[in-house]
């Protein structure tokens, strides 16, 4: 997974960018932000054409935005959780990762939480997870539509969506636990960057989830090791 993760990490940026900037990608090729040249191979390799390109486009020297390469950092790290083995399983959470860094970016820049990308998220938690064949994803989901009826004002449709889609990985009480954390974190952004306005809440959403899920099955490996 991490050798997948390190595959698309450029390509998650770039993406990200044609559609907050509702451009078509999916035929597109890449091309220089500021030449508009179309980028050759060795340009496209993650990290590595950064370091070895000193930040500069190839094709006019031009400098390349360090957003690129903090992002592709980021993917990578975010996948070290998963290790080297593809199975069913991790594969199907190194998607929902990547999804959810994905639509943070998202709606970092947009205040925008693409709905058909929830319910990819939706599909595959209620997929992988035992519980929700056992019916106990019910009250998470119920929780859902309380935290729409009390803030409704203050938080976003697709906020709700989010945490309805990732309430079906998890009881009760990690669920109460994840939306807790997902406040306190964005209660802490907004008092540190001295935020006013709207704030963009999927990126807190997306950390809660990873470090409730993906870092509980570290801790439960490396309890198994002991």
């Not at 508009?36 to 020297?61: E, Q, T």
């Not at 943070?104 to 929700?132: K, W």
């Not at 309430?167 to 952004?189: H, P």
Request: include cysteine.
């Amino acid at each position: 997974m991490i050798i997948i993760g390190f595959m698309l990490s450029s390509f998650i940026y770039w993406s990200v960018e044609n559609y907050c900037n509702q451009k078509s990608w999916w035929r597109k090729r890449s091309c220089c932000d500021q030449c508009l040249a179309r980028l050759k191979v060795v340009d496209l390799i993650p990290l590595i054409s950064f370091m070895l390109l000193r930040g500069r486009a190839s094709c006019c020297n031009g400098i390349i935005s360090k957003k690129y390469f903090i992002t592709e950092i980021i993917v990578v790290v975010l996948m070290l959780p998963l290790g080297f083995e593809i199975t069913l399983t991790n594969l199907l959470e190194g998607i929902v990762v990547l999804l959810l860094f994905w639509i943070s970016l998202v709606d970092y820049q947009t205040l925008h939480i693409p709905i058909p990308i929830v319910v990819v998220i939706m599909m595959i938690g209620l997929y992988l997870r035992e519980t929700a064949c056992e019916g106990t994803t019910l009250i998470p989901l119920l929780l859902c539509v309380l935290l729409y009826i009390i803030f409704r004002h203050s938080l976003g449709s697709g906020d709700i969506w989010l945490f309805a889609a990732l309430s079906t990985w998890m009881d009760v009480i990690t669920f109460m636990f994840f939306v807790g954390l997902s406040a306190v974190l964005a209660l802490v952004y907004v008092i540190l960057m001295d935020r006013q306005g709207l704030v963009p809440f999927c990126p807190f959403i997306g950390s809660s989830f990873y470090i409730v899920i993906i870092m509980e099955e570290v801790f439960r490996w490396a309890h198994n090791q002991l």
